[in-house]
């Protein structure tokens, strides 16, 4: 807590001895023009995600640093990354409406968005991932959180009804492989579920599956969403991703109720028909043409003007 509060007080300090035009903070200090916010308020965060009866001090002290910035640190934009991350916003400060621009993180569209049959061929042939098969990939650094166990139900409850193909799982990421290697065991799904750990070449994985799901308990935005849909994977994410802006219900994705294993599934199932995916894929790609870091950056800029 003592780092925090230090960090704090010497961008105070800093800010005074520059005087600079625009102030435009990632985190909570106490005066700003613009914050970009990549969070629900914190003492929300603490009741509604952690579960905690009790706010610690520190979460104290940061919820108070968070409505001083708001309230009468200057603000004059904030920026949430998602529409859901902004409705929280509003409900614990409705002062701050007026002020609210939703900017999304940028999407690196050339790294993600390159296609090649011969990379994809390449990467499945890595996990044994036949040509007809269609392969499901989750990407999370906390299996539980990020929703794992209801894509595994979901995708047994849709093996038992595929015909003439199989779905296949890709676990990319952080979380206790040796729990949910057995839970797939348990499901049926024994050899359906690859799990890579962390990786770095996201961008081949991407090319590797047909289709993207996040199925999170919360999450504020989930970059990983909209990587996927640059790669031209449909995706399927769950109520709580703040990424569900940029889904097109049957066009380019679904929004699903993490627990609704049934609706998942049947999901997955529509997802086997190949010119159904090819166009989807398409409009995945089509949906994000807009989020590149370049357009951010100018948005920001016209915002930096404006001020």
Not at 56 to 62: A, G, I, Q
Not at 96 to 124: C, N, S, Y
Not at 147 to 160: I, T, Y
Request: glycine letters at 8%.
């Amino acid at each position: 807590m003592a780092d925090h509060c230090s960090f704090r007080f010497l961008c105070s300090k800093k800010i005074k001895e520059l005087q600079p035009d625009i102030v435009h903070t990632h985190d909570r200090i106490f005066k700003a023009d613009i914050a970009s916010v990549h969070s629900i308020p914190h003492l929300t965060w603490v009741k509604k995600i952690r579960g905690k009866r009790f706010p610690s001090l520190y979460d104290l002290v940061t919820g108070w640093v968070e409505r001083k910035l708001y309230e009468c640190g200057g603000c004059k934009k904030i920026l949430p990354v998602s529409e859901l991350a902004a409705q929280e916003i509003c409900q614990k400060y409705p002062f701050v409406q007026g002020k609210i621009e939703i900017m999304p993180p940028g999407i690196d569209l050339e790294k993600f968005g390159q296609r090649t049959p011969e990379l994809r061929a390449q990467t499945r042939r890595e996990f044994d991932i036949k040509d007809e098969d269609l392969l499901v990939l989750f990407v999370g650094m906390n299996f539980e959180l990020k929703g794992l166990d209801p894509l595994l139900a979901s995708v047994a409850r849709a093996q038992g009804k595929i015909r003439g193909k199989r779905l296949r799982l890709l676990v990319v990421g952080k979380g206790n492989m040796a729990k949910y290697a057995n839970l797939a065991k348990r499901l049926g799904l024994e050899g359906d579920v690859f799990f890579t750990g962390v990786r770095k070449d996201m961008e081949r994985l991407y090319q590797a599956g047909d289709v993207f799901c996040l199925l999170s308990q919360f999450d504020t935005f989930g970059m990983v969403v909209g990587e996927a849909l640059a790669a031209g994977l449909h995706a399927i994410v769950s109520t709580q991703v703040g990424a569900k802006d940029l889904i097109r219900e049957g066009e380019n994705g679904y929004v699903v109720d993490r627990q609704d294993v049934e609706r998942i599934s049947s999901v997955l199932l529509n997802m086997t028909e190949d010119s159904r995916r090819k166009i989807m894929s398409e409009k995945a790609r089509e949906s994000v043409s807009g989020c590149g870091w370049q357009i951010l950056v100018r948005r920001v800029g016209e915002l930096y003007d404006t001020l």
